[in-house]
C-alpha cells in the first residue's frame, strides 16, 4: 500500500488514475440500506481497517523545545537576525549585537513558550479516556477508544457519553450538545438513519446531519427501545472527524490572504533595493579613500542591517497583541488568529443572522389563525381553551424534539413556547414501559377534565427539523384513533406546498402577508392521517408521508429586535458599512424587520425576485427569473395598470434586491452572470440554507468586499469560517466555528471589532512606516558620515535603537480606539502612492535637516575636520558625527509622533499616556545629550563635544524644532490629510482607471447605476406574498 500523509490526512495511491486519492470513510457512496445490513465485524476484519485507516488517535504533538527552537530560527526573520549580529560581531559591535541577539533570544523563549502552551491547550481539549463497547465477532466487548474501526458497531451508554467518533445512528435516540461544532448549546434530538424499503437512498452527511452523531459532541441522554440498546455504525475515525478536521484547521489554518501583509514585504523589498544602491555608493567610495578590504566589505554589508529593520515583525507584532488585549478585556471578545484583527479593520459589509442574533433568541406567541371551511378563521389568542380533540391542538403538542434534562423541558424556544401555549403534560416513558405494544418514548396528554379531552398521544417517530426541508413532522399514535396520524410545522411556503389544494384557505397569501409584513415570525400546522401499519411506518421515508396533508392553520409569533440591534445598524451605517441580512426564515418577515432596524434604509424600494422552474416534455428547464415592485409602494393610479413592464430609471436606481433561497439557488447555478449585481445590491436574503449563506460570503469576497458575519453559530458554520471576520455569538470563550468570539450575545460586539480593527491596521500602518522612516533616516545618516569617513559609533547605535526606537515602538499601539466609527475606510494599501510619498519626502527632509546641521558645524571658526584628528579608520569621535547624531536624535522622535497620529480611527496620542510620557523622557534625553552631556556619558558615546558655546547647540534644537514644524505641517495638509487622499484617489480611479481599475463591486454598483433597462420589473398588481406563493407552487409542482 503507497501512501502518504500531509496535514493529518492520508492520501492512498490509485492505481486507475495514476495518483494519489485522498483517503474517505466507508460512508462514501453507500445506501442507507447498507448500515442496516452490515454487521458486526470481525476482530481481522477490524485488524484490516485499522491498518488502512490508522489507530482512533487525535494526535496533538506538544514540539520539543530544541525542535521548535530550530523550526522558528529557519524562519527568514531570524535569520536575517543571525546574519546581521554576525556582522556586527566581525565589526567590533559587541554591545549591539549582543542586545539584539539578547532580544532575538527573548523574542524566541518567548514564542516558544506561547506556542507550547497553546499546543498543551489543544492536546488536553482531545485527551481520550474511558472505554467503548463494541460488538464484534457476535458479542459486545469493552475496547478503548483508540481501538475503534469504521464499520464497528458501538452501543451507546444510557447516561450519556462525549464522542469519540463520527458514527451513523442506527438504533434508539440520543439527545447531544453540539456546541463544540456549532456554537449552539440547544440540545438537538438525533433518530436513527431512515432505511425505507426498496429504496436506494444514499447516505448524504449533509442531508442526514440529524442521523449523524459527531466526535466531540456531547450525547446527554439516549431513548431505547424496550430492550434493545442505543447503537451506532462508526463511519469516520481520527482526523477524518468533524472534530478532527477542526483540529486540522486550528493546526493548520488557511493563510491571511490580505492587501497589507502582502505589501509589506514589497516595501521590505523596496528597502533592500535602496540598500543595494547605498551599497554601490558606499563601495565606491571606500575603493577611492583605499580602505583595507575587510573594512569596506563589513561597511558595505553593514547598510543591509540599516536599510531593513531586523526589529519591524516584532514591532507588528507588538500592535496586534495589544489589540486582542483591548478585545477580550473590555469587549469579552475572544480571538483565536491574532493576524484576523488587522483585516477586521477593511471590513466593509456586515452579513447578519436574524433569529438569535438580530432578534430575540425567544419567541413569544401571539396566537393561532386557524382554518375554517374555505378561508381563515378569527385570530385566537386563546390557545389553552381550544377543543383539546382537534388536529390544531395536538399538531402544537406533539410536533416538537423537547425533552426533560434533569428535570427541566429542554430544546428549541420555538418548540418550548409552543407545547406551552397547549397546557398539556409531556411524559417521557422509562425503559419499563409497554403500553400499546409499541415504542413510544415520548407520550403527550391533556390536563383538561372534560369529555372531550383527548386521552393520550404517543409519539413513535421523529422526522427532525432540516433547514433544507424547512420543516419537522412526528407520527403519532391517539388512543382515540384507530389510524396512525401525522403532524407537520415548518414555513408557510413549504407546508403548503405539501397540503391539497382544497385545503388551503383562499386567503392565504394576503394573511400570510399581514403577519409577516409586521415581523411576525410565521409557522404553518398541517396534519395527515396514515394509513401505514406501523412496521411500515419504522422505514418509510418522510418524502412519502409529508405529501398530500390537511392544512391547518397558522401559528403566529413575535420575534423581538434585541435592544441593541437598531442603534448599531444606525451606527454601521453612518459609517457607510453595508448591512446585509442572511436568514433561514421567512422573507416578508426578514423584510419587516430589516425595515425595522435600518438594514433597509427608510426611502429605498425593495425589489424582489423569483425563480418558476417549469417542465417541457418532462424535462426541467432553465428557471426564469421575475423583479417585483410590492403593490403598496405604488399609487392607485399606478395600481390600475394590468401587466406593465417597468424600468428603473436612473432617478428611481435607489433600490435593493430582496430573495429566497430558491431564487438564490437559480441565480447561483443558472444565472451566473446576474451573481455579481445581485450580492452588490441585496440586502435580504431569506429561507437560505447553510450552505447558500457561506456561497453568498465567497461571492461578496469574489467582487472585492470585505465581508463580516456574525451570527449564534447554529446553522452559520459555513459562513462564519468562510468570512474575512465571522463573530459568533457564544458563551464559549472560543469557537472553533469562527476567529472572533462575543461572549455577549447582542451585536454590539460588531461596532467594537470594527473600531479596533480599523484602530489595529492604522497602528500597523504607523509602526511600518515609522520603523520604514527610522531606517532610512539612519541610512542617510550613515551614507551621510561615510562621505567624510566616519560612522556613527557602536554606542550611538545602541541609544537609537534600544532606547529611543524600541521604547517608542513597544508604546506606540497604546493609543486608545476612537469612540465612534468613521465613515471613509483605512487604507488598505501600504505599497501605494502615499505611504511612499511620505517616505520619500521625510527621508528628504531628515536629510536635508542632517546635512544642514553638519555642514553648519563645518563652518564654525572652531571645526577642526576629522582627517585631522583620526588616529585610525576605526575612531569615529568628530564633530561631523556629533551634529549628525545629535540632530537624528530629534528625527526619531518627531517620526514617532507624526506617524502616531491616528484620527479619525484612533484618539489624539495625548491619550496614550506610556507613549507621551516615552516621548517626554527621550526628548528630555536629546536636549540634555546636546546641551550639557557629562563626561562619562560623552566618552561612551564618542561625543566630540563642542566649545562651550551653548548658543551654537542651541541652534541643534531650532533645527530639530524647524524638523517638527514642518513634517507635521506635511503630515496634516498633505500626506496623512484623508480629504487629499480621498481625491487624489478619486483622481487616480478615473484618469488612470486601466491602470488602477478599483473594486470590482464599485464597477458593478457604477454599472447598476447607469443601467436604464435592468432589473426588467414587472408590475401586474400581484404582492410579495402572492409571488412567493407562486414561486413555491411553481416550484413544487414542477
Known sequence: MRYFVNKKVKYLFCRESGGFVKLRGIEAGKLNSYFYEAGPLTNTEAARRRVLYGANILEVHVTRVIVLVLRLASNPFYVFQIFSCSLWYADEYYYYASAILVISIGSLAVTTYITRKMERALKRTVHQFGSASVRREGATHTVL????????????????????????????????????????????????????????????????????????????????????????MVIKTGFMTAKGGLLRSIMFPKPVDFRFYRDTYMFILVLACMSFL???????????????????????????????????????????????????????????????????????????????????????LQGLLPVDGDRFGEFTQDTRNMLDNSDTKATMACCHSLT????????????????????????????????????????????????DATPEIGILRQFTFSSAL?????????LSRPSFDLYAKGSPEMISSLCRDETLPSDFSDRLAKYTSKGYR????????????????????????????DFLGLLVMENRLKVETTPVISELNRANLRTVMVTGDNILTGVSVAKECGIVPEGKQVILITAHEKLVDGVRTESTLEYHRDVKTFSSSASQSVALDMSLTESSANYCFALTGQAWKAIYAEHPDLLQRVAVRGLVFARMSPEQKAQLVEVLQSVGYYVAMCGDGANDCGALKAAHSGISLSEAEASVASPFTSKIANITCVPQLIREGRAALVTSFGVFKFMAGYSLTQFTSVLLLYYVGVNLTDFEFLYIDLIVITSLSVTFPFTPVADTI???QPPVKLASFFPILILVLNTIIMAAVQIGAMFLTMRQPWFVAISETQVDAEDYRSYENTAVFDVSCFQYIILAVMFAQGAPYRKNPIYNIPFSVNVFITLALAIWLIMYPTDPVADILELELHPDYIGFRGYYILFGVGNFIVC???????????NVRLKFEKYTKVSCSKWNPGSKYEAVEEELNSATDWPPVSYDGETFAAALHREMSVTSSS
Open 145 to 232: 477508544p483508540t481501538e475503534l474501526v469504521p464499520g464497528d458497531i458501538i452501543e451507546l451508554p444510557r447516561s450519556g457519553c462525549v464522542m469519540d467518533v463520527d458514527a451513523v445512528l442506527l438504533c434508539g435516540t440520543c439527545i447531544v450538545n453540539e456546541s463544540m461544532l456549532t456554537g449552539e448549546s440547544i440540545p438537538v434530538t438525533k433518530t436513527p438513519l431512515p432505511n425505507p424499503a426498496n429504496s436506494d437512498m444514499v447516505y448524504d452527511a449533509k442531508h442526514h446531519s440529524k442521523h449523524t452523531l459527531y466526535c466531540g459532541t456531547q450525547v446527554i441522554q439516549t431513548r431505547y427501545y424496550s430492550d434493545q440498546p442505543v447503537t451506532a
Open 822 to 824: 468613521h465613515h471613509h
Open 522 to 549: 410565521v409557522i404553518a400546522l398541517a396534519h395527515r392521517q396514515l394509513s401505514h401499519t406501523y412496521a411500515k411506518l419504522q422505514k418509510v421515508d418522510r418524502s412519502d408521508v409529508e405529501v398530500e396533508m
Open 968 to 978: 507635521m505641517l506635511l503630515e496634516k495638509l498633505v500626506t496623512g490629510n484623508d
Open 404 to 451: 426533560y434534562i434533569d428535570g427541566e423541558l429542554s430544546g428549541d424556544p420555538l418548540d418550548v413556547k409552543m407545547f406551552e401555549a397547549t397546557g398539556w403534560q409531556l411524559e417521557e416513558l422509562g425503559e419499563e414501559s409497554n403500553r400499546y405494544d409499541m415504542i413510544m418514548p415520548t407520550v403527550v396528554r391533556s390536563t383538561a377534565k372534560t369529555e
Open 470 to 478: 424547512q420543516r419537522m413532522s412526528v407520527v403519532v399514535k391517539n
Open 278 to 364: 547605498g551599497m554601490i555608493y558606499t563601495l565606491v567610495l571606500m575603493i577611492r579613500s583605499q580602505y583595507d578590504a575587510g573594512l569596506i566589505a563589513r561597511r558595505v554589508l553593514d547598510l543591509v542591517t540599516i536599510a531593513v529593520p531586523p526589529a519591524l515583525p516584532a514591532a507588528l507584532a507588538v500592535g496586534t497583541l495589544v489589540s486582542q488585549y483591548r478585545l477580550k478585556r473590555r469587549a469579552s471578545i475572544y480571538c483565536i488568529i491574532p493576524n484576523y484583527i488587522n483585516i477586521a479593520g477593511s471590513i466593509n459589509v456586515v452579513c447578519f443572522d436574524k433569529t438569535g442574533t438580530l432578534t430575540e433568541e425567544g419567541l413569544d
